[in-house]
């Protein structure tokens, strides 16, 4: 999270903590693997995800 604490001006466990809030609030999903290193990574952020999840959004002009 040093990118979102440079462009916030926030410490990072404050970061921290705010993405964990959202988390809980499935605003975005971060990955349970890096929670476990304190590294929290977003998964998903709706509708928008980092890992294949086996369907596709189409928009008007695009699949």
């Not at 604490?5 to 990955?31: F, P």
């Not at 929290?40 to 008007?60: C, E, K, N, R």
């Amino acid at each position: 999270m040093p990118e979102l604490s440079a462009l916030t001006a926030l410490a990072s466990d404050r970061v921290r903590q705010e993405m964990r809030t959202l988390d809980a609030r499935h605003d975005v999903v971060l990955d349970p693997q890096d929670q476990d290193q304190d590294q929290d990574q977003i998964g998903m952020a709706h509708p928008f995800a980092s890992v294949p999840l086996g369907f596709s959004v189409m928009g008007t002009r695009t699949l």
